[in-house]
């Protein structure tokens, strides 16, 4: 598979712009341990607005989401299309930060595909606006963080995103089925009750 001579040169021109400080700064930011007090935070914040049998399905929802997003971008994509990463086929013209390369092949963004299923999933499953913003601009900064630590070109993040994004919306849709029954079940037990 070939890919856009205009995708190796923006990641070239987006990789070079950096400094000790956001170097320190991706380098976190693209570590899923660093965002686990916020997604605790956001997880709590759905049990509240939500109740705990519907939060529990979101929960289902979330990890279904962050399965089918890994093994689909790892598992298929990635030695499918044997796309090497910017740090294994550009060499000395990628910064890299901490001597991290990733491994040899980076197309789609698994980083990517597991943020947009959560951010896609999440925001239609929640729907509040101020959510949605915040979540898909979460979703991107930390996308773009491998493009800045030198491990995907910005086609592997757009792919792995729109994948992510597919991916969220086909679980939010279950999500929907599986809430419209607890809804019946929740009818049922009460109209059992009144009787």
């Given at each position: ?29 693209s570590a899923t341990r ?56 550009l060499g000395d013209a ?102």
């Amino acid at each position: 598979m070939t890919f856009p001579a205009w995708d190796a040169d923006l990641f070239l021109f987006l990789n070079s712009l950096h400094s000790d400080f956001f170097d320190t700064l991706m380098w976190y930011a693209s570590a899923t341990r660093t965002w686990i007090p916020l997604y605790l935070l956001m997880l709590f914040w759905m049990y509240r607005q939500l109740g705990w049998r519907r939060f529990l399905l979101v929960v289902l929802g979330l990890a279904l989401c962050v399965l089918l997003a890994d093994r689909i971008s790892s598992g298929f994509f990635k030695p499918f299309v044997a796309r090497l990463r910017p740090t294994h086929a550009l060499g000395d013209a990628v910064h890299v930060v901490r001597d991290y390369r990733g491994g040899r092949y980076g197309f789609v963004s698994s980083h990517a595909a597991n943020m947009f299923a959560i951010a896609v999933y999440s925001l239609l499953v929640v729907r509040r606006k101020y959510f949605t913003v915040f979540i898909l601009l979460f979703a991107l900064f930390v996308s773009y963080t491998r493009i800045y630590l030198g491990v995907h070109y910005p086609l592997d993040i757009i792919c792995g995103g729109l994948l992510g994004a597919a991916i969220g919306w086909c679980v939010a849709a279950l999500y929907r089925l599986g809430a419209k029954m607890l809804l019946k079940q929740k009818e049922r037990a009460n109209a059992v009750r009144k009787k």
